[in-house]
């Protein structure tokens, strides 16, 4: 078979992108790979990934543009299509599959636009504007949080099963301000850090490249010794260790974490398209396999709270029951069956 993989623009759907290359390569399958010169889509498949082939082309985001960028904005896209028609065909592609984000929209359209079959995977619980216009031509639309989808689960690294544990005892707390760092984790970290080395918790911090530096000074001023981070590539095997985390809840974190059994204490980004984060979180939450707070003045409390009975073992033992492995197999094997 020769798949197309279409998405992009976050890192979220880019690692979605990347399980699927990795299994259908594993399934002796060609897989070529269209994104956007946009985002971060260069930064992670340009050098070094299991596609035959990539492709940039220049787009960028239409639903949050107004007036003539809006107009140039979907112009680019328009231009893109076009090339993209002309990707698929030199390739012979016979399946594509988005993973949403704006990067998708050129070839999702070039394939249907070529009769060539579309599957789709939304990330979130909420919808993208994209995959909700799209997701009635789809062959397969696939979502963790929809309990008709054809596949259940979510695609994660196979570092995350294969290194699952149940945690039994708060020994080490992984605070996970992102890349670009969530001052209200950082503030809430550095809030508790003193709390924390009295409970005599290890402290983990991704604090993000933007704010290292103050949270660093803060850290040393405290003194409070603490594993801090700007910006690693190393972040599963600082989730493997650690037995409680406190995060955004962009879907791949929130999944990476559940297939790992880490229990989180999530603090959704409040600005995410549709309030996504939230509702990602609150999925877990309803079925007590986590904990959710808005940002708030409160949160310091709200997670000593949760420090004092976390009921650790309960609810790492429920998120190895819920997380779902070989999903990204699953998928392709669903195109495959699709496709006959």
């Known amino acids: 078979m020769k798949l197309c993989i279409t998405g992009g623009g976050t890192g979220g759907h880019l690692m979605i992108a990347e399980a699927l290359s990795e299994a259908a390569v594993v399934d002796g399958h060609e897989v070529i790979f269209i994104g956007s010169t946009s985002g971060q889509d260069r930064k992670y ?69 070529l009769f060539i079959p579309l599957f ?21 639309f696939i979502s963790a949080y929809d309990e008709n989808s054809p596949v259940q689960g979510y695609p994660v690294k196979e570092f995350y099963y294969k290194n699952a544990r149940v945690r039994e005892e708060l020994k080490t707390i992984i605070f996970l301000g992102g890349s670009h760092g969530a001052k209200a984790i950082n503030d809430l970290a550095l809030s508790v850090a003193h709390k924390l080395q009295k409970m005599d918790i290890a402290i983990i911090h991704q604090a993000g490249e933007a704010d290292y530096e103050r949270v660093k000074q803060v850290y040393e001023t405290l003194g409070i010794e603490v594993e801090l981070y700007a910006f690693t590539k190393d972040l599963p095997q600082l989730i493997i260790r650690a037995d409680l985390a406190v ?21 959704p980004y409040p600005y995410a398209a549709g309030d996504h984060q939230y509702y990602n979180a609150q999925f877990l939450v309803e079925k ?49 069956k699709k496709l006959k």
């Not at 789709?120 to 397969?140: D, F, M, P, T």
């Open 247 to 267: 995060s955004r809840a962009g879907a791949s974190t929130l999944w990476e974490l559940t297939a790992n059994g880490c229990p989180a204490f999530f603090i």
């Open 120 to 140: 789709i995977h939304e990330q979130n619980s909420v919808e993208g504007r994209l995959n909700a216009l799209l997701k009635k031509y789809a062959k397969s």
């Open 45 to 113: 498949f340009e050098r070094h990934s299991k596609f035959s082939q990539v492709y940039f082309l220049q787009t960028t985001g239409v639903v949050n543009q107004k007036g003539s960028a809006k107009l140039q904005a979907l112009y680019k896209v328009f231009r893109a299509f076009l090339q993209a028609r002309r990707i698929l065909k030199k390739h012979k592609i016979q399946a594509t599959y988005s993973v949403g984000g704006f990067s998708a929209a050129p070839a999702s359209f070039a394939a249907l636009s």
């Open 288 to 336: 007590n396999l986590g904990w959710c707070e808005r940002e708030s003045e409160n949160l310091k409390s709200k997670l000593i709270k949760v420090l004092k009975n976390p009921q650790l073992k309960e609810k790492s033992q429920k998120l190895l029951q819920y997380s779902t492995q070989d999903v990204a197999k699953q998928m392709i094997q669903d195109v495959q």
